[in-house]
Structure formats: structure tokens, C-alpha cells
């Protein structure tokens, strides 16, 4: 008979792996519509425009970051906390104050974006078409920022497929299908833009919908008596993530703004092809992270520490074995993901696809050191670390790029991203004993190292573009996996986690075929 704890642990992990499997069939969907998205844009208006659009997104990213207050990271932390001390009658109070701020602080965003945009478009970057991308892109700000309460409401209670299916597949829909339907009717590239603001309001809309009949009590009017206690705890917690995700919105588009001052357009274009197919390497975080924090955060709020340290490395392990393959596919072959995603003329970002790809692999496996950093409601040194390495991302850019061009931002950007994930375990380590990777990680790294050395050496015999990829890929898939088995990376949990799939697996076919339980 299991103790309290072992039950504790198997029905989080069971959790985060039923939800993995909702995000990852939704994450692939998502994937394909993002790239066809992307694809659209890159074939049918060329490099030059793909770049505007590139850089459309950084700055309204940026303002986003700061309409939005914070409040979306502050809700996923207190409102999931509250659930753990049963005082779900202050998350109503929340997210009532939350909406109230957040409409005023999203109209205020779109208003300075539209007021400043020429500024930007013709000082700054000097591309005049810019500015009209930047007027109807703004009007998604209000959209956006509101919509992050809403998501925070259906991760916080664990309605996670219909979070997946909002933000992955309805969003990239909508998106996809406004663009290709007004090429279609023969717009010009603003059609880009609209389709965007099209995506991100129907989002928005779907999602209250959702919340209010999924978790109705949450719109009930609720007394607080500590109203204003409950209000400033979040807003403490929260002040820093603006900065925070302004900060890191810096860091992931520092490179790409950089590229557009110091180089050119076209070379913007050319970086932002390889950019998302180096964030593939990212699903593995994916389809973890949207119930990681909340489950770790409930359980913290009861005093599980046992059991949020178990979690936590449970996870990390599982970021290692999935992310591994990812890294190692476009490690070898950047040149065949850009040529089959873009085309043959974005292949100069080969060699910067290659260098991305080491950077966004160290992240994703340490991803989870920051959802601990916030688990304690550690945001203001989340916020100052992430200041620190922005501030040498800017650097390394500046040195980097006028001398190796798009190169030189990939290095800047691996450099920077890896650093701070490595600072972030660190800290944990430091602040609350946890230290995310086991053992059994260095297994898993052991058999990705060896199984990639195979790999690579296979290469040396066969010159071939399609035989390469074939050969490759299974015998680093089966070489893998077979070491996995061997070095037995695999434990109790590992053991109770795939038994749960397989009667998953056993009672889908069954429905299918007819075959009774």
C-alpha cells in the first residue's frame, strides 16, 4: 500500500502527463499552422515583407509586455496558490480588480503604438511600411492582455485542454485562414496584420466564454475582507513581471532588432527563419510547463515540499529524454529543415539555425528552474537576473553583429539564454535545496552523446541528402533509446507514468474498434 506521499506524487505526474498529451497533440497542430502561417508570409510576399512582419511582432510584443501588468504570470501563481488554501473566494476578487486594470492599461498600449509609429517606422528602422503594420497590429494589444486573464484562469484549474485548444489550435486558425482568405480576395500584405488582430480576438472571446461556464463562481461578486492585503500581494508578486517579460521579450528579440538596425531587412527575414525552427526544441518544455507551475504552486501552498522536489525532477528528466532527439535533428540537418519549411533562398541561416539550436536545447532542459523561482514567489530576482543577461545579450550583439552578421546574433542569443537558465538552477539549488537533475539525467546524456557520435560517424560514408536522413534517424532513434533501456534511465515513476499511457492507449483503440472495457 502506497503512503500519502507516493499518491501525492503519482497523481501530479499522472496530471502533467495527461495534460502532456493533450498539449502535444494540440503543440503539433499548432507547429504545422505556425509554420504554414509563417510559410504564407515568407513564399508569397518574399524576405523583405517577412521582416517587416518580424519586426511588427517584437514591438507590439514589447508594449504587450508592459499593458499587460504582469497580472497573467501574478494570476497562474495566487490563483492556484489560493485553490491549495482553500480561499478560492479571493481569486473572484482578483480577477475582477485584474479586468478592470487590465482594459485600461491594454487601450493606453494600443494609443501610444499608433501615436508613436511613425517615429519607429521611419526614425528608427526607416521602413515607411512599416508604420501602417504597426497602426493595425496595435489593436490586438487590448486583446492580448485581457485574454492572458482568462488563460490564467483555465490553467490555474487545470482546464488545460481547452487552454491547449485556444491557444494553439483556435488562435493559429483563425490567423492562418483570415490570411490565405484575403490574399485571396487580393489585399495587399497589410493582410498580414489584420489577421493577427483576427486570431488574437476571437481567442480572447472564446476563452471568457469558456472560463465563465467551466469556472462560474470565479465572475460571483465574493467578499474579501482583507481585500486590499489580497490585491497588493498580487501586485507585489506581479510589478516585477512586467519588467521581467519586457526584459525578456529584450532578450528574445534583441537579435532580430539589432539585425534591423545594423544590417539589413533581408537579413531579418533571413534570422527569423531560423529562429522557429529552433524553438521546436522547446516542445518539450511545452508540453510540461502549463500544469508544472500550478500543480508545484497548489502543493507548496499545502506544504508538499517532498513532493514538489520529486515533481520537479521527474520533470526535468522527462524535458532531457525528449528534448535530446529534437537537438540532435536539427543539429545534423539545418540545411534540409530550412530548405523543406522556406525554401532554398533562406538557407544562409544554416549555420545560425545550428548555433540557435545549442542555446534553446540548454534552456528547455533546465526550463523548469524558473517555474520553482516563481513557485516561491521569487520575482523580483527572476526579474534581476534576467536585467543582468539581457544587458549582455545587447552587448554581444553589438560586437558580434557587424562582424559575423546573423552568425554573430545566434551566438549572442545562445549564449544569453543558456546563461540564464543555468543562473536559474543555480539559485534554486541555492534557495530551496532542490536541485532539478538526478541521476538518471546523466544517463539520458550519456546515451544522447553516444547515440549522436553514431550518428555523426555514419555521416562520414554516406554523402547523400535523403539516404542521410533516413539512415540517420533511425539509427540514432533506435541507438537512443535502446542505451535508455540499457543504462535503466528509467524508474518507478518512469514505470508508473507509461503504464498509465498504455491504459490510455488500450482504452482509445477499444472505443475505436468496439471492443468493450
Known amino acids: 500500500m502506497k503512503d500519502g506521499e507516493s499518491l501525492k506524487i503519482d497523481r501530479s505526474l499522472k496530471v502533467i502527463v495527461s495534460a502532456s498529451f493533450i498539449i502535444l497533440l494540440t503543440t503539433f497542430i499548432s507547429k504545422i499552422l505556425t509554420y504554414l502561417y509563417r510559410i504564407v508570409i515568407a513564399r508569397y510576399y518574399g524576405v523583405e515583407i517577412y521582416g517587416v512582419y518580424s519586426i511588427s511582432l517584437m514591438v507590439i510584443g514589447w508594449v504587450t509586455v508592459f499593458a499587460g501588468l504582469g497580472f497573467a504570470g501574478g494570476l497562474t501563481r495566487y490563483l492556484s496558490y489560493h485553490r491549495g488554501k482553500n480561499e478560492e473566494y479571493k481569486s473572484s476578487y482578483l480577477v475582477k480588480k485584474t479586468t478592470f486594470f487590465l482594459i485600461i492599461s491594454g487601450i493606453i498600449g494600443c494609443l501610444i503604438i499608433i501615436l508613436t509609429s511613425s517615429f519607429i517606422a521611419n526614425q528608427i528602422f526607416h521602413i515607411a511600411e512599416l508604420q501602417t503594420f504597426l497602426i493595425i497590429f496595435s489593436l490586438s494589444i487590448p486583446f492580448s492582455v485581457l485574454a492572458g486573464i482568462f488563460f490564467s484562469i483555465l490553467r490555474s484549474y487545470e482546464k488545460i485542454g481547452w487552454f491547449a485548444f485556444i491557444v494553439n489550435i483556435l488562435q493559429n486558425s483563425v490567423k492562418l485562414l483570415a490570411l490565405v482568405f484575403l490574399i485571396y480576395l487580393g489585399f495587399s500584405s497589410k493582410s498580414i496584420a489584420v489577421s493577427h488582430v483576427a486570431g488574437v480576438a476571437i481567442a480572447l472571446v472564446v476563452a471568457y466564454i469558456i472560463s465563465r461556464k467551466k469556472i462560474p463562481f470565479i465572475f460571483k461578486e465574493q467578499k474579501v475582507k482583507d481585500a486590499h492585503s489580497t490585491m497588493m500581494q498580487l501586485v507585489s508578486y506581479s510589478w516585477p513581471l512586467i519588467f521581467f517579460g519586457f526584459i525578456a521579450s529584450i532578450l528574445s528579440w534583441t537579435d532580430t532588432f539589432m539585425i534591423g538596425v545594423l544590417r539589413t531587412t533581408t537579413e531579418v527575414g533571413f534570422y527569423n527563419a531560423a529562429v522557429p525552427i529552433a524553438v521546436i526544441i522547446n516542445i518539450s518544455a511545452d508540453l510540461f510547463k502549463q500544469m508544472f507551475l500550478p500543480i508545484i504552486t497548489k502543493e507548496y501552498g499545502k506544504g508538499n515540499i517532498a513532493t514538489v522536489k520529486v515533481i520537479t525532477r521527474q520533470v526535468t528528466k522527462w524535458l532531457f529524454v525528449i528534448s535530446i532527439p529534437l537537438f540532435i535533428a536539427i543539429f545534423l540537418f539545418p540545411q534540409e529543415a530550412i530548405r523543406i519549411l522556406f525554401g532554398e533562398q533562406y538557407l544562409p541561416a544554416s549555420n545560425s539555425l545550428r548555433i540557435l539550436a545549442v542555446g534553446f536545447f540548454i534552456a528547455s532542459i533546465l526550463d523548469v528552474s524558473q517555474e520553482v523561482l516563481s513557485m516561491k514567489g521569487r520575482s523580483k530576482l527572476i526579474l534581476m537576473d534576467t536585467i543582468v543577461i539581457a544587458v549582455v545579450n545587447i552587448i554581444l550583439n553589438y560586437i558580434l553583429i557587424p562582424i559575423y552578421g546573423i552568425s554573430g546574433a545566434a551566438f549572442s542569443t545562445t549564449f544569453s539564454i543558456s546563461a540564464l537558465s543555468i543562473l536559474f538552477t543555480y539559485q534554486v539549488r541555492k534557495s530551496s535545496s532542490i536541485f532539478i537533475i538526478k541521476r538518471d539525467v546523466i544517463k539520458v546524456l550519456f ?57 490510455k492507449l488500450t482504452k482509445m483503440s477499444q472505443i475505436q474498434t468496439g471492443v468493450p472495457d
Open 447 to 503: 546515451s544522447g552523446i553516444v547515440a549522436f557520435l553514431l550518428t555523426w560517424f555514419s555521416f562520414l560514408y554516406i554523402t547523400e541528402e535523403i539516404p542521410r536522413l533516413i539512415v540517420g534517424g533511425i539509427l540514432f532513434v533506435l541507438t537512443y533509446f535502446l542505451l535508455i533501456y540499457l543504462t535503466h534511465s528509467i524508474d518507478k515513476n518512469d514505470y508508473m507514468i507509461l503504464r498509465a499511457i498504455k491504459g
